[in-house]
T-cell receptor, first 115, second 114 residues
Framework: GAGVSQTPSNKVTEKGKYVELRCDPI?????LYWYRQSLGQGPEFLIY????????DSGLPNDRFFAVRPEGSVSTLKIQRTERGDSAVYLC?????????????FGPGTRLTVL | AQSVSQHNHHVILSEAASLELGCNYS??????LFWYVQYPGQHLQLLLK??????LVKGIKGFEAEFIKSKFSFNLRKPSVQWSDTAEYFC????????????FGDGTTLTVKP
């Protein structure tokens, strides 16, 4: 079946601009996660949705970052007033139920470059 | 706060050599431990995971890992590596009330020479 998809695969923007990154999880998966991966580092947790609600947003670095999942499926990560330090690969993952023992299934990521 | 340390940043082996990648974690409660792999040009995918029971866990492609609670370790092993094992390997942990919020190590890049 189809895996997790993310669009766009690459996004280049200028400092100060607004960007939206989209994640389409595996059908039927109730949990969805966003991570950020900088060069040479592992994925860093940003936010986790259970259904439509954000169950844990403790990883969002500041109020420029916001994510939604209005219908419990597709999610959008929104970054306002982008900064060069936001450049990274943004990964999305989904899991069947959100239990801590679940396997998380990752998408290919969106590479964000802020000039 | 939970944390994960992978001491080896880059490992280079010849085919048929044995592999052990270190992973140590810091967390005070019950943990769930994972190894993920990212092959060149592919997504992160699960190799194996431990959450209870036998501390020696077997995963795909001949990989295994042993959970040693007293050492806060979850090292990944494979007795004989192949060129196709060339990839980046990530150890991750979650646990307690942080259901789903996984903390990843910085990864180990494995290069297997044919």
């Amino acid at each position: 079946g189809a895996g997790v998809s993310q669009t766009p695969s690459n996004k280049v923007t200028e400092k100060g601009k607004y960007v939206e990154l989209r994640c389409d999880p595996i059908s039927g998966h109730t949990a969805l996660y966003w991570y950020r991966q900088s060069l040479g580092q592992g994925p860093e947790f940003l936010i986790y949705f259970q259904g439509t609600g954000a169950a844990d947003d403790s990883g969002l670095p500041n109020d420029r970052f916001f994510a939604v999942r209005p219908e419990g499926s597709v999610s959008t990560l929104k970054i306002q007033r982008t900064e060069r330090g936001d450049s990274a690969v943004y990964l999305c993952a989904s899991s069947p139920s959100g239990r801590a023992t679940d396997t998380q299934y990752f998408g290919p990521g969106t590479r964000l470059t802020v000039l | 706060a939970q944390s994960v340390s992978q001491h080896n940043h880059h490992v280079i082996l010849s085919e048929a050599a044995s592999l052990e990648l270190g992973c140590n974690y810091s967390y005070g409660g019950t943990v769930n431990l994972f190894w993920y792999v990212q092959y060149p040009g592919q997504h992160l995918q699960l190799l194996l995971k431990y959450f209870s029971g036998d501390p020696l866990v077997k995963g795909i492609k001949g990989f295994e890992a042993e959970f040693i609670k007293s050492k806060f370790s979850f090292n990944l092993r494979k007795p004989s590596v192949q060129w196709s094992d060339t990839a980046e390997y990530f150890c991750a942990v979650n646990g307690g009330t942080n259901a789903g919020k996984s903390t990843f190590g910085d990864g180990t890049t494995l290069t297997v020479k044919p």
